[in-house]
């Protein structure tokens, strides 16, 4: 009986509650699209202010200005037509070092000693770079400090070491006979080898480092000069 | 049973009157409480409808419709690479209201006789005085200016923000973007002819895409400068066209003025001279006399021998040459020395009807259809055409035609023979080709590559050659009528040039107006000497830009003019 008589408030109450809930959700994609939009105003603001600073480099550096410059300071000029290249084998063609002969240099006897034959070791057969099992294999060099003496500048003369054991000489070697006399005197251009020049004056003063730190208290002063000195340096 | 009958019971009638007085009062309360609390009821209820709809379709409080899309006041013209050449900007203004200045005048006339010195104290101090409303002090003015004008703290000062047009590359291609007036309509140029787009608001959020080409633009404004004041021209103009749809690339003219201050410009510089200005252009107009020739079946080709005296009488004139022959001599010799008495003659064998004909067709006889409004109307002898003007319009004396029309002339010859109108937008999706409409045949077209280029290899244009590039094409100096008379001194140097030759892709007409002999010329003012030149260091700058490698191994079919051509003079001055 009690249901029956309160079933108006009910609807009532069913029914508000349905319209604030509805209300509410209204409400909820208001405050949604209103944070939208302020997001999107807030990115056409930086695209107005990214446009502002465009046009204002664009106008600082504008052709006109490009060119005075240039004209006046880099003298930079069209390319010519043979400074193109059509394609990768020119380019690298470009790059292509020519072989210098000096004429003056001694002349080195090529030598290639017969290779010796070592016994691979115990329970290891010895491959060639093929990887194929070989009886023969080239000596390696004793150790790379050996390899370092050989290519270094400063060996006076070069003289062809009778060398038998290394067959194969590694690559840092194998250049260096193109241009022995350079190898030889390598020091040749050095300004200290000149007796003038190293006589003369050095022309930078020499500098002079303090012994101790200058800032640093006095040794032996009373401790109330120091306290002091904030008021003579002022 | 007993009951009393009302007479008898009847109340006092004082009471009585009572009653029926308590009652009627309240009635007339119940009609006044229900009537307020109908009103109540119907104020609350349009409120909360009013809530319910606003809630349901209203916009919230904090809405900001004008900030949702950047549209400028007016459009923004970019180049074909989308530089940009016009933009609107938000600049600063400085006005005065006289009326309402509070401080005393005269300190503030003083103060602003010191931030602004364009005008007197007194000026100032009249103005503050004269009891007008408003005066302008300084459009687009700095923020340094500003601030100053402002720390001054005169209720009186106006100092807003406007919109105002900024053309970032000052005076690069000038004439073809022009320029607004002061209620932001455009005056000149593209902001004229396409002012409507520019300030509708459904069309002005996107840019106009012109044809032009920054880099070309400068390039080719630069060298054209440095050559007018190194000949002291009076003016100079210059085109570059695409052959094959007729875009302009580069267009320009000279003296130039910058449309950022259009009132600053003298109206020598507004002026026009690639479109506006027509000009008796001289021997550049000779290929088109021989194309016409050969195209209407009067002349064989290159190969064909014809006299060539030292003076050629003709219909009571005389027609001279700067270096006459004087002897027989071939087609392709005429077009190599730019011979007028040659090309005189092939005019006079082709005729005034078929010459007519031919210049309707190229559209030299009508204005240029491009999209400015600043076009000039070319002047052609009129009814005083007879056989003698069509000789001389045949080596371009007496017909006068805008350089853009030149170009336009040389696109159609060298692009098969196809007329392209030639247009100021990017051909692209938004402004498709329009169809052709062929002029010359296609192996006429393909015959004038090798003569062309014959007269930039061996003729009177050597000094527009760019290695690599080959480059043909027809110098022109063409005497200027001063006073009713063809001055002896005073020329017009033109060159019309078309590269790569082999396969043509880029028409460039550049012009000189006056120039001077110089010391490097020998005294020569004819063109071979000082607009070649241009050409030659302007086409070394664009054809890298425009993808056109070089290649020294290249050239059209020489076979077909070298085997017709004596040994080559060593001198480049004729014309």
């Known amino acids: 009986m009690s249901a029956r008589s309160f079933r108006s408030v009910f609807m009532v109450a069913s029914c508000a509650g349905a319209a604030l809930g509805c209300y509410l959700v209204s409400l909820r994609v208001a405050s949604e699209r209103s944070q939208l939009e302020d997001v999107e105003s807030r990115i056409v603001l930086a695209q107005r202010d990214m446009r502002v600073l465009q046009t204002e480099i664009g106008t600082r550096g504008r052709l006109d200005q490009l060119e005075r410059w240039n004209v006046r300071v880099l003298a930079l000029s069209a390319p010519a037509a043979n400074q193109f290249v059509s394609g990768g084998y ?119 480092l303090a012994k101790n730190d200058p800032l640093a208290p006095l040794p032996g002063k009373p401790s109330r000069k120091t306290a002091k000195d904030p008021g003579s340096a002022r | ?91 600063w203004t400085i006005a005065v209201h006289p009326t309402k200045v509070i401080g005393d005048k005269l300190a503030l006339a003083r103060s602003l006789a010191k931030l602004m010195p364009e005008q007197s104290e007194e000026q100032y101090f009249a103005m503050l005085r004269s009891g007008k409303p408003f005066f302008y002090l300084r459009r687009r003015a700095s923020p340094a200016l500003v601030e100053a004008v402002n720390a001054l703290g005169e209720p009186g000062l106006a100092i807003e923000r406007e919109a105002d047009r900024l053309y970032p590359q000052t005076t690069l291609a000038a004439h073809v973007l022009g320029f607004t007036d002061i209620d932001g309509h455009g005056a000149a140029g593209a902001e004229r002819a396409f ?213 336009m002339g040389y696109a159609t010859l060298f692009d098969g023979g196809i007329y392209h109108p030639p247009t100021i937008l990017k051909i692209g999706p938004g402004h498709p080709l329009p169809p052709g409409r062929r002029v010359f045949t296609a192996d006429t077209s393909y015959r004038m590559r090798s003569l062309l280029r014959l007269v930039v290899m061996k003729g009177t244009g050597r000094k527009a050659d760019a290695p690599g590039y080959r480059v043909g094409g027809k110098t022109g100096t063409a005497q200027k009528l001063i006073n009713g008379r063809y001055s002896n001194t005073i020329n017009l140097t033109s060159f019309a040039g078309v590269f790569p030759m082999d396969d043509p892709r880029y028409v460039i007409v550049v012009m000189l107006d006056e120039p001077k002999a110089t010391k490097e010329t020998f005294g020569f003012t004819t063109a071979g000497w000082n607009v070649a030149p241009v050409v030659s260091k302007t086409v070394s700058r664009i054809a890298p830009m425009l993808g056109v490698a070089p290649d020294m191994n290249r050239e059209p079919n020489m076979s077909e003019v070298l085997p017709y051509v004596q040994d080559a003079k060593q001198d480049a001055k004729k014309d």
């Open chain 2, 1 to 91: 049973m007993n009951a009393p009958s009302p007479a008898l019971v009847a109340p006092r009638p004082e009471r009585l009157r009572l009653v029926g007085q308590r009652r009627q009062i309240l009635a007339v309360m119940h009609q006044r409480l229900m009537f307020g609390l109908l009103v109540y009821g119907g104020v609350i209820a349009i409120i909360v409808l009013r809530i319910l709809w606003l809630a349901a379709f209203g916009d919230h409080a904090g809405r900001k419709e004008e900030l949702t899309a950047l549209i400028p006041e007016r459009g923004d013209i970019v180049d074909r690479d989308g530089q940009p050449l016009a933009r609107t900007i938000d600049a």
């Open chain 2, 195 to 407: 002012d409507k787009y520019l300030s509708d608001p459904a069309t002005r959020g996107q840019p106009l895409v012109l044809s032009i080409s920054s880099g070309v633009q400068q390039a080719l404004q630069h060298e054209l400068q440095d050559a007018m004041t190194h000949f002291s021209a009076i003016g100079a103009a210059g085109v570059v066209m695409d052959v094959h749809t007729g875009e302009v690339l580069a267009m320009t003219s000279l003296p130039s003025m910058n449309p950022n201050v259009p009132g600053a410009a003298t109206p020598d510089q507004m002026f026009n001279r690639a479109t506006l200005g027509v000009f008796e252009l001289g021997s550049t107009f000779k290929p088109f006399t021989l194309a016409m020739a050969m195209d209407s079946g009067t002349v064989s080709g290159p190969a064909e021998i014809m006299n060539c005296p030292d003076v050629l009488p003709a219909y009571g004139h005389l027609v001279h040459d700067t270096h006459p022959f004087g002897r027989r001599c071939s087609i392709a010799e005429v077009m190599m020395e730019s011979s007028n008495i040659g090309m005189a003659q092939i005019a006079d064998k082709l005729g005034k009807e078929r010459q007519k004909a031919w210049l309707k067709k190229m559209g030299f006889l009508d204005k240029a259809q491009i999209e400015l409004k600043e076009i000039g109307r070319p002047l052609t002898p009129g009814s005083r055409w007879g056989p003698f003007e069509t000789m001389t319009i045949g080596f371009g004396q007496g017909i006068a035609v805008a350089p853009l029309q030149l170009a």
């Open chain 1, 90 to 208: 020119e380019l690298a063609k470009l790059t292509r070092t020519q072989p210098t002969v000096d004429f003056q240099a001694p002349v080195v006897m090529a030598s290639a000693p017969a290779p010796v034959h070592t016994p691979a070791p115990i329970g290891q057969e010895s491959r060639d770079d093929a990887g194929a099992p070989t009886a023969t294999t080239t000596v390696e060099p004793e150790s790379p400090r050996a390899l370092l003496h050989q290519a270094s500048l400063k060996i006076e003369t070069r003289e062809v070491p009778a060398q038998t054991r290394p067959a194969v000489r590694p690559p840092a070697a194998r250049t260096s006979p193109d241009k022995p006399v350079a190898a030889a005197t390598p020091a040749h251009k050095k300004s200290v080898d000149k007796p003038g020049l190293a006589a003369a004056k050095p022309v930078t003063k020499p500098v002079r």
